[in-house]
Structure formats: C-alpha cells, structure tokens
C-alpha cells in the first residue's frame, strides 16, 4: 500500500474480531515503531505487547474500578459521562492485542548545563514540549499506519492511564520506566469511514 493511502485510510478501530493478532505480525509494528524519529536519537522507549487475555481483562478491571474510585458520584449527568469515560477507557476489552510503551527519562543536552542556570529539569522539559514524549508519538503512529498497511485496525489509547500505577504493576514495569500510552490492535469487524477532518485552509498558514 502507498503510505498517503494508509495515511488516507487510517481511522481508529474500536471493534474486533476474535482473530489474534500473529506475534511476528506484532513484531513487524514495533520494528516500525522503533524506525521513528527520537529527540537526539535517544529511542526513549519499550513496546509491551500483551495478547494474554486474563491480563487484559485484568487491565479493564483495573481501569474499571480506578474510574469509580476516582469519580465516586453516579447521579444525574455525571452518571452518563462516567458510562462515556468507562466505554472511551476500555475499549480494549475485545481486542486481541494491546500494545503498551513505556519511556524511560529523558536527559537533553541542555540538562547538563542546569547546575549553572536557574532552570529546573521540568521547566526545561515544559519549554521544549516534551521531546520525549513527542518521539513516543511518533512511533505510535508508525504503528498505526504499519497496522493499517498489513490489513489490521489499531486506535491510540491513553484513558486507560488513570489507572497508570496499578497497570505498571500489572505489567511489571521497571521502576525506571513509565506507561506513557497504548494502542490496541486486531482485524476490524467493519471499515468506518474516517472521521471529518479540519480543511486545509483551517490549519495552514504560510510564513514568508
Ligand atoms: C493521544 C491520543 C489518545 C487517545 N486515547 C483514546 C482512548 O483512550 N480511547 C479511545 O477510544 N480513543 C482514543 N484516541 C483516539 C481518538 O479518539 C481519535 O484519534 C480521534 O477521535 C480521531 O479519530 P481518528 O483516529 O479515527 O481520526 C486517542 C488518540 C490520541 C492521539
């Protein structure tokens, strides 16, 4: 497949089918993962892949009763957000496979300089946007679009993150490392058609 088609194509996949996902297939997505580009080529990252279905229901639990741990109320409106919040959280729950990443610290160059300045390791990290973070979103959308071109459906996934602590746990992952994002992965039950974006005019604007 051509790459602008795969860009053209991709949408974000919530249903599956109960076909696994084969793990060279999901080795092949993270090795297009790992192509991306990363700030100072410092490959800020790991890519877990959880296809053992005790754990990813584990996981649903796990954000489950965060969600109601951290939202208690289930009166009137906040009742139908919550539902709303819980769907957009788990939608995992009948996926075959879920790819997690983790980032480890990121240390620029300019950290080294900060014993002289008053700038603190965060507010560097906040001036730069998170260069780390941003290297992560890179691969994850080289994942997307690999799924895409190997006839697979993914979406990006990060409201499962309120339950970040008890997921590292889940997932034994290393002290000096952090869940950052997911993305689940399987056949599609159908093609959605993708979703209305801005016009070009809306977001291009020429500097000359
Ligand atoms: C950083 C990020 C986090 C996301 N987290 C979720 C999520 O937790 N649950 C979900 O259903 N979709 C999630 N999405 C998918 C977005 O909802 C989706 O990309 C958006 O609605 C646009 O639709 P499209 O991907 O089909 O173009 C996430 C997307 C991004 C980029």
């Known amino acids: 497949m051509e790459l602008k088609q795969a860009i053209e194509k991709r949408t974000s996949i919530r249903k599956f089918t109960d076909e696994p996902v084969p793990i060279d297939d999901l080795k092949e997505m993270v090795r297009c993962a790992g192509m991306a580009p990363s700030v100072n080529n410092s490959q800020p990252w790991k890519f877990i892949v ?19 741990t951290l939202f208690p109320n289930t009166a009137g ?18 996926a075959p496979a879920v790819i997690a990443i983790a980032a480890s610290p990121y240390e620029a160059v300019a950290d080294k300089l900060l014993a002289s300045s008053f700038l603190t390791h965060d507010d560097l990290n906040d001036l730069r946007s998170y260069p780390d973070i941003q290297s992560i979103g890179a691969s994850v959308q080289n994942i997307l679009l690999a799924a895409v071109d190997m006839g697979y459906g993914a979406c990006w996934l990060s409201g499962l993150l309120v339950a970040r602590e008890e ?26 058609k993708p979703k209305d974006k801005k016009s070009l005019d809306e977001i291009f604007s020429l500097v000359e």
């Not at 959880?50 to 109601?68: F, Y």
């Not at 409106?77 to 009948?94: G, Q, R």
């Open 50 to 68: 959880i296809t053992n279905q005790n754990i990813l229901q584990a996981m649903v639990r796990a954000v489950q009763i965060k969600i109601d």
């Open 77 to 94: 409106k906040e009742a139908a957000l919550k539902t709303t919040l819980n769907s957009y959280s788990t939608i995992f729950v009948n």
């Open 167 to 192: 997921l590292e746990k889940l997932l034994k992952i290393e002290d000096s490392w952090k869940l950052v994002t997911f993305v689940a992965v399987g056949k599609p039950t159908g093609q959605p």
